[in-house]
C-alpha cells in the first residue's frame, strides 16, 4: 500500500481542496508503510524496552482493552536506585499487584497501568507482584505519583501489532490529564464529562493539556486510563467531551468508582497527530497552490477587460 500522492510545483488538473482531501484519504497507507518500514519514526513512538526474554512478535502497543483491575502495594521513593555508569541515583518505584498480567510477564516487558507504558524491573511471581520505576517525565504527565497503596488500578499487557485489535492503537504514551467534572446516568450506561487542565505539561513545553482539545473528535478514539473509549461531545472552546460506559464495561475498570474532581490519564489518537505532521509539511505547498490559482484567476479577469 503505497501513496499515491506526488507533489509537483502546480498540479493542473486537482484543485487544491481535492489534494489535501486525497492526502487524508491515503494516511493509513502512510501508517501501514511505515510499520512495516519500521522506521525512525515508529521506532521512536513505540514501547521498546531491553528485555531478558527474546520474543518471536512484536508486543510493543496497547489496543485498550483492559484486561484486569490491580492494586497499588506500594509507591516508594528510592536513593539507591543503581544507574547505567554504576552510579547511584534517586527514583520513583511503584509496585503493583496483578493475575493476569503476570501470566508470561518478563523482566524488561511492558505493561500498561491506569494507560502509562511501564517497564517491569522486578518480578515476584510467588506474590502475583511486578515493579515498574516513574520517570520524571511519567509524573508530570500522569497522576501515577499520586496513587496509594490499595488504590484500584486498570492493567493490560502489552498486544501484538498485526493480532486482533477490538479497542485501537495505544501507545502508553500519556499526553497529560483531565478532571472529571460530571457523570450521569443514562438508562444502563454512564456518562462522563472531563475538562483537560490548563497546566504545563512538560519543563520544555509551553502548551497545556488543554491544547489536546483539538485532537479529539465526536465520535474519535481516545484512550481514558487505558481504556479504549469513544469521544460523545466535545466542547473546543470550555475545554471539555464526554465518553460513555456501557454495562459491560463499567464492571471491568476503575473509571465509573472516580469522584467528580478526580484526575484521568488521557491519551489522546496518534493518528490525529500524525495527521497534523504530514499536514504540516504540505499545507504551505497547497497555500502555494492557492495563491497561483488566484493570480491565475486576476490575469484572466484583466485579459478579459
Same mark, same amino acid.
Given at each position: 500500500?503505497? *501513496?499515491?500522492?506526488?507533489?509537483?510545483?502546480?498540479? /493542473?488538473?486537482?484543485? /487544491?481542496?481535492?489534494?489535501?482531501?486525497?492526502?487524508?484519504?491515503?494516511?493509513?497507507?502512510?501508517?501501514?508503510?511505515?510499520?512495516?518500514?519500521?522506521?525512525?519514526?515508529?521506532?521512536?513512538?513505540?514501547?521498546?524496552?531491553?528485555?531478558?526474554? *527474546?520474543? +518471536?512478535?512484536?508486543?510493543?502497543?496497547?489496543?485498550?482493552?483492559?484486561?484486569?483491575?490491580?492494586?497499588?502495594? +506500594?509507591?516508594?521513593?528510592?536513593?539507591?536506585?543503581?544507574?547505567?555508569?554504576? +552510579?547511584?541515583?534517586?527514583?520513583?518505584?511503584?509496585?503493583?499487584?496483578?493475575?493476569?498480567?503476570?501470566?508470561?510477564?518478563?523482566?524488561?516487558?511492558?505493561?500498561?497501568?491506569?494507560?502509562?507504558?511501564?517497564?517491569?524491573?522486578?518480578?515476584?511471581?510467588?506474590?502475583?507482584?511486578?515493579?515498574?520505576?516513574?520517570?520524571?517525565?511519567?509524573?508530570?504527565?500522569?497522576?501515577?505519583?499520586?496513587?496509594?497503596?490499595? &488504590?484500584?488500578?486498570?492493567?493490560?499487557?502489552?498486544?501484538?501489532?498485526?493480532?486482533?485489535?477490538?479497542?485501537?492503537?495505544?501507545?502508553?504514551?500519556?499526553?497529560?490529564?483531565?478532571?472529571?467534572?460530571?457523570?450521569?446516568?443514562?438508562?444502563?450506561?454512564?456518562?462522563?464529562?472531563?475538562?483537560?487542565?490548563?497546566?504545563?505539561?512538560? &519543563?520544555?513545553?509551553?502548551?497545556?493539556?488543554?491544547?489536546?482539545?483539538?485532537?479529539?473528535?465526536?465520535?474519535?478514539?481516545?484512550?481514558?486510563?487505558?481504556?479504549?473509549?469513544?469521544?460523545? &461531545?466535545?466542547?473546543?472552546?470550555?475545554?471539555?467531551?464526554?465518553?460513555?460506559?456501557?454495562?459491560?464495561?463499567?464492571?471491568?475498570?476503575?473509571?465509573?468508582?472516580?469522584?467528580?474532581?478526580?484526575?484521568?490519564?488521557?491519551?489522546?489518537?496518534?493518528?490525529?497527530?500524525?495527521?497534523?505532521?504530514?499536514?504540516?509539511?504540505?499545507? *504551505?505547498?497547497?497555500?502555494?497552490?492557492?495563491?497561483?490559482?488566484?493570480?491565475?484567476?486576476?490575469?484572466?479577469? &484583466?485579459?478579459?477587460?
Amino acid at each position: 500500500c503505497e *501513496p499515491k500522492i506526488k507533489m509537483s510545483p502546480l498540479h /493542473p488538473t486537482k484543485p /487544491p481542496l481535492a489534494m489535501l482531501l486525497l492526502l487524508l484519504a491515503q494516511l493509513p497507507c502512510l501508517c501501514v508503510s511505515f510499520q512495516a518500514r519500521s522506521t525512525p519514526l515508529l521506532a521512536k513512538n513505540l514501547c521498546f524496552h531491553a528485555s531478558s526474554k *527474546p520474543s +518471536s512478535s512484536a508486543r510493543d502497543m496497547f489496543t485498550g482493552i483492559v484486561e484486569e483491575m490491580g492494586t497499588v502495594v +506500594s509507591l516508594e521513593e528510592r536513593d539507591d536506585m543503581a544507574l547505567w555508569d554504576g +552510579s547511584v541515583g534517586s527514583g520513583t518505584e511503584l509496585t503493583v499487584k496483578g493475575n493476569v498480567v503476570m501470566e508470561g510477564a518478563y523482566l524488561g516487558c511492558s505493561i500498561s497501568v491506569n494507560g502509562v507504558c511501564l517497564t517491569a524491573t522486578e518480578l515476584k511471581t510467588d506474590a502475583n507482584e511486578f515493579k515498574v520505576g516513574l520517570a520524571p517525565e511519567t509524573l508530570r504527565r500522569s497522576y501515577l505519583g499520586s496513587l496509594q497503596s490499595g &488504590d484500584a488500578v486498570n492493567l493490560e499487557r502489552a498486544s501484538e501489532i498485526g493480532g486482533r485489535n477490538s479497542g485501537h492503537f495505544v501507545q502508553g504514551h500519556v499526553d497529560g490529564t483531565g478532571i472529571i467534572i460530571d457523570k450521569w446516568i443514562d438508562e444502563d450506561s454512564l456518562f462522563i464529562k472531563v475538562q483537560l487542565n490548563e497546566k504545563n505539561k512538560g &519543563d520544555d513545553e509551553e502548551e497545556g493539556d488543554s491544547e489536546l482539545i483539538r485532537y479529539i473528535v465526536p465520535k474519535g478514539f481516545i484512550a481514558i486510563d487505558g481504556t479504549s473509549l469513544t469521544v460523545c &461531545d466535545v466542547n473546543s472552546k470550555e475545554r471539555w467531551f464526554t465518553f460513555m460506559l456501557v454495562e459491560y464495561t463499567q464492571k471491568k475498570i476503575i473509571i465509573p468508582k472516580k469522584l467528580v474532581g478526580e484526575l484521568v490519564n488521557i491519551e489522546v489518537d496518534v493518528l490525529g497527530k500524525y495527521a497534523e505532521s504530514a499536514l504540516v509539511t504540505v499545507m *504551505p505547498r497547497i497555500e502555494e497552490l492557492e495563491q497561483r490559482v488566484k493570480d491565475l484567476e486576476q490575469k484572466l479577469l &484583466d485579459s478579459n477587460k
